[in-house]
Antibody, heavy 120, light 112 residues
Framework: QVQLQESGPGLVKPSQTLSLTCTVS??????????WSWIRQPPGKGLEWIGY???????TYNPSLKSRLTMSVDTSKNQFSLKLTSVTAADTAVYYC????????????WGQGTLVTVSS | QSVLTQPPSVSAAPGQTVTISCSGS????????ISWFQQLPGTAPKVLIY???KRPSGIPDRFSGSKSGTSATLGITGLQTGDEADYYC?????????????FGTGTKVTVL
């Protein structure tokens, strides 16, 4: 059974870069059947899709975040990562990584989520 | 601000039925499959319905989904206290070439 686990700093200063990594176990990122996604949820608010990466490195980003966003994949570690630059308090959220099957069940597996707070 | 609109809350007594609506447009619901997600307090969302009306393995048939035009509906029959959660619809939005995946505004289900 696939498991996803987010990791990274829980506190980031305004204007700095938020960096998170998702480690996947129980499945290979290179299996080719899935997009590897990030989704966030500000405290007390709804879900926002950030974007996804395919194992060959191709990406699709939410247009609202595209100018500040970079995703990457490390197949040797079975990990994928997120970098969001120039953060503000509006980027404070629980960040989830998730597996998205483009031929089957969307977002069928999620990490537990990690809270990132943007504050000085 | 989400392009998919849901009622903020619905409530019913145990054993009863609730429906949650999700309203969108031709660029999202009207031309794409919709999914529904359940988020229990303090946990990650879980997919309940995909491709408008399909249930993943392990999801009870008390949960059902339908779509008509630019709207979709999630139904929960035989409501249980364990169904208290936030529910979100979601689908792709084709208004841009790399249309984002969009989630609904979310609906809190309360079991009275």
């Amino acid at each position: 059974q696939v498991q996803l686990q987010e990791s990274g700093p829980g506190l980031v200063k305004p204007s700095q870069t938020l960096s998170l990594t998702c480690t996947v176990s129980g499945d290979s990122i290179t299996s080719g059947d899935y997009y590897w996604s990030w989704i966030r949820q500000p405290p007390g608010k709804g879900l926002e899709w950030i974007g996804y990466i395919f194992f060959i490195g191709s990406t699709t980003y939410n247009p609202s975040l595209k100018s500040r966003l970079t995703m990457s994949v490390d197949t040797s570690k079975n990990q994928f990562s997120l970098k969001l630059t120039s953060v503000t308090a509006a980027d404070t959220a629980v960040y989830y990584c998730a597996r998205d099957s483009y031929l089957g069940i969307p977002f069928d597996s999620w990490g537990q989520g990690t809270l990132v707070t943007v504050s000085s | 601000q989400s392009v998919l609109t849901q009622p903020p809350s619905v409530s019913a007594a145990p054993g009863q039925t609730v429906t949650i609506s999700c309203s969108g447009s031709s660029s999202n619901i009207g031309n794409n499959y919709i999914s529904w997600f359940q988020q229990l307090p303090g946990t990650a969302p879980k997919v309940l319905i995909y491709d408008n009306n399909k249930r993943p393995s392990g999801i009870p048939d008390r949960f059902s989904g339908s779509k008509s035009g630019t709207s979709a509906t999630l139904g929960i029959t035989g409501l249980q206290t364990g169904d208290e959660a936030d529910y979100y619809c979601g689908t792709w939005d084709s208004s841009l070439s790399d249309g984002p995946y969009v989630f609904g505004t979310g609906t809190k289900v309360t079991v009275l």
